[in-house]
């Protein structure tokens, strides 16, 4: 897919759900920063926009995907909400299982705050996540929609500090 493309982007993928399962559960939040050094930009896809065709838009020139516990959620609640097998288009590295070599353990958050990577939103985890979600359908809450969305571009920002710190190329 991103063969011939002369500026191949990293792209750092972290995703909202309203739970933990695809058969019950949905994609709120579809985050996506990809960085080559020049053109870094950050991609949301949000409620009805998380589709197919809008995440391999969204994915378009990324060489390889990096996620945290991305193996064993994220691609595989995409596949089975959207039936999109990123690990079959695109090279994946979840960086959790770099961590556990070096002795880091815990959630994204935990690693995060072991490594000293800072977050503006203090406090704020995967089940604030959901409950900001439904905040925001069922009351129309922008602040709502506003804090999960800080929280996930920081999360998918924070994937790439915690690949440098990592001393990944």
């Known amino acids: 897919m991103a063969a011939g493309n002369a500026s191949l982007m990293d792209a750092y993928l972290d995703i909202e759900t309203t ?12 985050g996506i920063y990809l960085v080559n050094g020049i053109d ?14 809008n995440l391999l838009e969204s994915l378009a020139g990324a060489n390889k995907i990096y996620t945290y516990n991305g193996s064993r959620f994220d691609l595989p ?13 695109f090279s ?7 961590c556990w070599r070096r002795n880091l353990y815990g959630g994204f958050k935990a690693v995060e705050q072991q490594m000293g990577i800072p977050r503006k939103l203090q406090g704020v985890s995967g089940w604030d996540a959901v ?4 905040q925001y359908l069922d009351y129309g ?4 929609l506003s ?5 996930n571009r920081e999360d998918v920002m924070n ?7 990592l001393g990944l190329a």
């Open 19 to 30: 739970g933990l399962s695809c058969e019950y559960a949905g994609i709120t939040v579809v």
């Open 92 to 98: 994946h590295h979840d960086l959790m299982f770099d």
């Open 40 to 53: 870094d930009r950050l991609v949301q896809l949000v409620g009805m926009d998380v589709t197919a065709g």
């Open 141 to 144: 809450d922008l602040e709502a």
């Open 159 to 165: 994937l790439k500090v915690l690949r440098e710190r």
């Open 147 to 151: 804090t999960l969305l800080e929280y």
């Open 131 to 134: 409950r900001l979600w439904w």
């Open 77 to 89: 609640f995409i596949q089975g909400s959207l039936d999109v097998d990123l690990e079959g288009l």
